[in-house]
């Protein structure tokens, strides 16, 4: 009887291709293309709802690619599809990434035409990699860019990650924490990632706990015993009928710590006015009020502009799955071979051909300015963004920052943006230049394919 791992094991990340990237590399091993190639992983427009894309997942996949290797076992698993010559299964059980990757930091916002990042190495080599980083980077960038959208609808209030329950999968759940944390959310519910990652955890009760309990206050007497400073789920019965509950009995058990309160459901912006008012009515401003409720940042954004009394906020399903813009149309394309520039040219999916460097200018009130695509070796004013983080096969000494040291560089990329970009709504984007080398390039490279 076949057996299936629940999850994809670490060791097994190398079976993780498509069957073209596995068919290419055989093509280039049996015609003896071993040339250097570089692809380059971008995207041409931004999704319809964003005003930029936040680039993450670049980095964390290097450390992926350094350990790939192909096991015995997954030569056996290989060859059973009788489709792969036995000396290039033999190319394949001795495979170790070689090349070089260049990557933009993480957290880093980004515009149509910018490189995330390049691979460049052996062609069969970079060819296998396709999948599997075009996998990580658009997971992570995708809940990202939807993080950080909640951190402005905000308004500074804190967002916690309520969405492990709908994401898809055990692993995107996972790796979303470490997006949203770039991002700027405060917390989540998730306690391995919170764990991994060094994100606060967060979690209060569900309506089930007070269902089951003989009464509502009993349940809150419970959970406020074991857990001081508790936030209490009060909308399961009656919101208000709750809140003055706790009132009374806090006013006869000062003694006992309450954190907060949460509302889940109805008009949350009465309900926070109605339930503010009798807090403070009662001397007890400190509890604080958190919703959650199938929220998004366009539900936030209306809570806050309203003035509703809430002081955070708990996101499930519309993070979880970035629920208004659920993909990114990411491109990994061959930009030079053999030293020789090369090029796409469908229509509507023309590229840049060559090596890249991105540059970004800030004006004088620290806001982005322009950023300038280029040709690798040019230089222009501004911060080059594509980093070395590996050579000849090996992570680059210091290249890749620990993850506190990310998220703070991700919140000064972020603090870059105009307040224009972070509105909500579609709003035209921070100007995008291509230099004049790359356009020349461009144009010679089609001609010199066209004229072949």
Request: negative net charge; hydrophobic residues 40%; contains cysteine.
């Amino acid at each position: 009887m076949l057996t299936q791992p629940p999850l994809v094991r670490q060791g097994d990340l190398s079976l993780m291709v498509d069957l073209y990237e596995l068919a290419m590399s055989q093509a280039y091993w049996s015609e003896g293309m071993n040339d250097t190639a570089v692809f380059s992983l971008f995207f041409r427009e931004l999704p319809e709802n964003r005003n930029f894309v936040l680039a993450c997942g670049q980095q964390s996949v290097v450390s992926v690619i350094q350990a790939l290797s192909f096991t015995d076992e997954h030569i056996e698993r290989l060859a059973s599809l009788q489709r792969f010559q036995p000396e290039f299964l033999d190319w394949l059980r001795g495979f170790r990434f070689s090349g070089s990757i260049y990557a933009v930091a993480e957290g880093t916002p980004l515009f149509p035409q910018e490189p995330m990042l390049e691979i460049e190495g052996p062609i069969a080599e970079v060819q296998l990699l396709e999948s599997l980083v075009m996998n990580y980077v658009h997971l992570e960038s995708v809940l990202a860019s939807k993080a950080v959208r909640l951190t402005f609808a905000a308004e500074g209030r804190p967002v916690v990650d309520f969405g492990m329950r709908r994401t898809h999968g055990v692993d995107a759940a996972h790796r979303a924490v470490r997006a949203y944390r770039l991002a700027g959310l405060a917390g989540t519910s998730n306690v391995l990632a919170s764990l991994d990652f060094n994100v606060p955890v967060y979690g209060t009760m569900a309506h089930s706990f007070v269902q089951a309990c003989s009464d509502e206050l009993e349940a809150f007497r419970v959970y406020a015993r074991l857990y001081p400073g508790t936030t209490l789920l009060v909308d399961t019965y009656d919101t208000r009928a709750a809140v003055s509950r706790i009132v009374d009995w806090l006013r006869d058990s000062p003694e006992v710590n309450v954190g907060g309160i949460r509302l889940d459901s109805g008009d949350l912006a009465e309900e926070a006015l109605d339930c503010r008012r009798m807090l403070d009515e009662a001397e007890l401003s400190d509890i604080k009020i958190m919703a959650s409720g199938g929220l998004d940042e366009y539900r936030i954004a209306e809570l806050v502009s309203s003035g509703a009394p809430i002081d955070g906020f708990g996101v499930g399903t519309s993070i979880a799955v970035s629920s208004d813009e659920p993909a990114l149309e990411l491109a990994f394309k061959l930009t030079e071979y053999a030293s020789f520039p090369r090029m796409k040219n469908s229509p509507g999916k023309q590229s840049y051909p060559g090596p890249k460097q991105i540059y970004r200018r800030l004006g004088l009130d620290g806001t982005i300015a322009e950023d300038v695509v280029c040709g690798r070796d040019e230089v222009f004013d501004g911060s080059p963004m594509l980093k070395p983080m590996m050579k000849h096969g090996r992570i680059v000494d210091g290249a890749i920052a620990p993850l506190d040291e990310q998220v703070n560089a991700a919140r000064a990329a972020i603090d870059t943006l105009p307040e224009s970009i972070r509105s909500l709504e579609p709003v035209e984007t921070v100007p995008v230049m291509i230099s004049d080398f790359l356009r020349a390039l461009q144009r010679d490279t089609l001609e010199r394919v066209i004229r072949d």
